[in-house]
């Protein structure tokens, strides 16, 4: 079990062993493919809703396919493709910059993962199945009671299954980050990637039950009669829209933290400098959390909650510019004096800061709540959230993935090429959004399915198509990027940027214990500490011996095929009946079982012998 | 470094077997975390009812709280609940003490009292069913009240198959590092599962009777 070097194995057996792995650079693997396939789906609804506005008055789509077509996009963008990416880092790179041998809990790790999946192929089977979910991602009640099909249950019961998922990945980051920490390793001294997947933990923690308990009163409307948002029977379709933004607006930090956790790494390295204000911006993403879960009513100033209500939440909204502020002037203090490289990764970083800010104007803009009745559910909006979220989160994940993809894959994307997708990306993004803004103030509504003539919006609608394309274009060249690097790229160095944190410390390829001795560390950014100070190795914190390992496991994949089974059945109960039942029993029979099996049969992982590793040691 | 003997051995035992692993700190730890996420849970429940609680609308059947809630059934519901949270600490004392046996008979009193609950409690849906026309689907009331009830009931149901497997598990291999952690943790659901009571023995059934 413990052979270190695996020669060539069949095909059957690989995709086996990442049906069954615990390994969380394998489970980050998982989450890039999977992340990777929805972000791509998501792009091309995009892209269709774009041709669609292309030209006024258009007839290429029909209304209800571009009701699906915006609904899914957003859903799909925001669960299923930017969580999993950040997920993916998170997994592959925060066990490492803690010096772990593996996450807290490498079985729910993995179950995480599979309920992740199974919720977003659910989701997209509607497609299939008469009709994706046409409600909008925030999916308001009525219209999502009232929407006729099994639309919105696919969206109801898909989101609930990964929404479980991601509080599984979360409460493991949270222990693994407490408990697993190399000696030396203390909360001070962890890098920002760490303390925002950290922070980034805690939201989820907290701000998913609301999504579950509201995704559970929008299911028992629909399917099963019940009244919550039904005003005839007493209900009230404002609760909905509270549990949803309780949730929904601390999900927009569970995605901005990580990415600011990226580029902070990403300039302190490209810098040649450690992180300006280290202390302030940990206190100022711990803040940023803090006031995350405050100002949810802002996306509900026009709900008619009064004046005193509207006017707490906006400068609770205000206040968060603030400690974005002190981030912001510490990115570029570190920069300051600092032997700076323009990589890919850096070019991502550095354009991420006017991006954002831009981003961020607008969302001090948006909270002044009088001003808000102007703006809301126009195109104004839709540039605002796409500045903060493309030019926050998809640019941090592109430049993280560049960053670390030699950690992750052992080979360096090539440079060339990524400046290519980097250009074409930047130019795209701000081609398609920054008009938008104009498009928003000259009275153009989000989620129309068209727009008429003779109105002043034929242009800028036009330009934005125009820069959908480019990100199209750049999208194309990042995969045949990632192609090219994987059938002919050269492994790479084991350190390929002069790193400064402990996950440059391994060797290429990381072996599947990590670390063989865990590391000693004698202060912030470790590997740099040794650099400098010591002969650029890691200093052993404890003598070679035995590593404990956990045994890979299928019943991750198998609780959350239950759970994909019975939400079939659910849904089609009234419609199909007794086949109905039959998935309900089968899939709960499943899941439920592969618990029980889970809680009676003995887990207690593998030993590697100190002798298989002394040998290993002697091959180096 | 412990093998795999020293862990399933139940020679030996430190005092608290269920954080003497790093498996089981983090378990423990894990464990608190997730109970955490299951308060916002039943937080977002208690605030969805107490915006619809004797919200009727135009519904046919209107029984208000008042009128519906017997105070006699849910006192004795409550009284079974909280001594079952007191008999599981009993449990987790002789656990701490070693005493298997001891631990073993405290857990099957636990699961009767949870189960005498369960009981009552569905004989009180049976009747606000049958007597008031107060279904899940009558009112917002109904929803709202069968929903945040009946989540807290199926979680004790869940409690009591999760401790009733652990005890049939372990009943002939005696306590050791690698189970201790296991009832230690289905010990602390089991006091979560008596708050949550607690609430709603406030909430739902004393601010419906004067509310």
């Not at chain 1, 909270?367 to 500045?387: C, E, I, K, N, R």
């Not at chain 1, 992750?408 to 803004?437: P, S």
């Not at chain 1, 045994?551 to 095929?561: A, D, H, Q, V, Y």
């Amino acid at each position: 079990m413990s052979t270190a070097t695996v020669g060539k194995r069949s095909f059957g057996a690989v995709v086996w062993d990442y049906l069954t792995t615990v390994d969380h650079k394998k489970i980050a693997i998982l989450y890039l493919v999977a992340g990777g396939f929805f972000f791509l789906l998501g792009g091309l609804e995009a892209m269709l809703i774009r041709l669609q506005l292309m030209a006024p008055d258009s007839e290429l789509i029909g209304a209800q396919f571009y009701n699906e077509l915006f609904t899914m996009h957003g859903t799909t963008m925001i669960f299923l493709a930017a969580m999993p990416l950040l997920f993916a880092l998170m997994n592959a790179i925060m066990p490492l910059q803690i010096g772990a041998r593996d996450v807290a809990f490498p079985f729910i790790n993995a179950l995480g993962f599979w309920l992740f999946l199974f919720g977003g192929l659910l989701l997209n089977c509607s497609w299939f199945l008469g009709g994706a979910p046409d409600a909008g991602w925030t999916a308001y009640a009525p219209l999502s009671v009232i929407s006729p099909g099994h639309g919105v249950d696919f969206y109801a019961l898909g989101l609930q299954i990964s929404g479980f998922g991601t509080l599984m990945g979360g409460i493991n980051f949270i222990v693994t980050i407490i408990t697993m920490r190399a000696p030396g390793m203390t909360y001070m001294r962890m890098p920002l990637f760490t303390w925002s997947t950290f922070v980034a933990s805690i939201l989820i923690l907290f701000a998913f039950p609301a999504l579950t308990v509201g995704l559970f009163l929008l299911t028992f409307d629909r399917l099963f009669g019940a009244n919550f948002f039904v005003p005839d029977m007493g209900g009230n379709e404002i609760i909905w829209e509270h549990l949803f933004w309780i949730f929904g607006h601390p999900e927009v930090y569970i995605l901005i933290l990580p990415a600011f956790g990226v580029f902070s790494e990403v300039f302190s390295t490209f810098s040649k400098k450690r992180l300006f204000g280290y202390s302030s911006m940990v206190f100022a993403t711990v803040l940023i959390a803090f006031l995350g879960f405050m100002v949810w009513a802002h996306h509900m100033f026009t709900v008619g909650m009064g004046p005193i209500a509207n006017s707490i939440f906006a400068i609770a909204t205000m206040a968060i510019a603030v400690p974005t502020g002190i981030k912001i002037f510490n990115w570029l203090l570190t920069m300051w004096g600092g032997s700076i490289r323009m990589t890919t990764a850096m070019l991502y970083a550095v354009s991420f800061i006017p991006t954002f800010t831009l981003g961020g104007i607008t969302g001090v803009m948006l909270a002044s709540a009088a001003a808000d009745y102007q703006y809301h559910d126009s195109y104004f909006v839709v540039a605002h959230f796409h500045y903060v979220i493309v030019g926050g989160v998809v640019f941090g994940i592109l430049g993280g993935l560049t960053y670390w993809w030699p950690l992750m894959f052992g080979k360096m994307l090539n440079e060339k090429l990524g400046k290519w997708t980097f250009w074409l990306f930047f130019t795209g993004f701000h081609l398609t959004f920054f008009i938008q803004h104009f498009l928003g103030l000259m009275g153009m509504p989000r989620r129309y399915w068209k727009f008429l003539e003779g109105q002043g919006l034929e242009t800028g609608n036009l330009i934005s198509t125009v820069g959908a394309f480019l990100m199209a274009i750049a999208t194309f060249i990042l995969l045949y990027n990632v192609i090219i690097t994987t059938v002919k790229g050269k492994k790479s160095p084991a350190d390929p940027w002069d790193g400064r944190t402990l996950e440059w410390s391994l060797p290429n390829p990381t072996p599947f214990y990590n670390f063989k001795q865990l590391p000693l560390v004698r202060g912030l950014d470790p590997l740099w500490v040794e650099k400098t100070q010591g002969n650029g190795k890691m200093i052993p914190a404890e003598p070679l011996d035995d590593i404990h390992m956990p045994n890979n496991s299928f019943l991750p994949f198998t609780i959350s095929l239950g759970l994909f089974i019975a939400a079939f059945g659910f849904m089609y109960r009234v419609d199909a009946g007794f086949p109905a039942y039959v998935a309900i029993g089968v899939g709960l029979a499943i899941t439920l079982g592969s618990m029980l099996i889970r809680s009676v049969k003995d887990d207690l992982g593998y030993h590697i012998h100190k002798e298989d590793l002394e040998k290993e040691g002697a091959g180096e | 470094m412990s093998t795999h003997e020293d862990v399933l051995s139940s020679e030996n035992l430190p005092h608290e077997p269920e954080k003497a692993t790093l498996e089981g700190k983090n378990k423990f730890l894990g464990f608190w975390f997730f109970l955490g996420g299951e308060t916002v849970l039943f937080a977002s429940l208690f605030g969805t009812y107490l915006a619809l609680k004797n919200s009727f609308g135009a519904a046919e059947h209107t029984t208000p709280s008042q009128e519906l809630f017997g105070l006699e059934l849910v006192f004795i519901m409550t009284m079974l609940l909280l001594t079952s949270s007191l008999t599981s600490v009993y449990a987790m004392y002789h656990m701490k003490n070693h005493d298997f046996k001891k631990m073993m008979v405290w857990l099957g009193i636990t699961v009767l009292l949870g189960a005498a609950f369960l009981g009552l409690e569905i004989y009180e849906f049976y009747h606000y069913v049958h007597h008031y026309h107060h279904t899940f689907t009558s009112s917002a009331f109904g929803s709202a009240f069968y929903t945040l009830v009946g989540f807290h009931g199926a979680h004790v149901a869940f409690g009591l198959l999760w401790i009733i497997t652990l005890m049939i598990r372990n009943a002939r291999r005696g306590l050791n590092l690698y189970n201790a952690p296991k009832f230690y943790v289905a010990s602390l659901y089991w006091h979560f599962i008596d708050v949550v009571w607690v609430f709603i023995f406030t909430v739902v059934y004393l601010m419906g009777k004067v509310g």
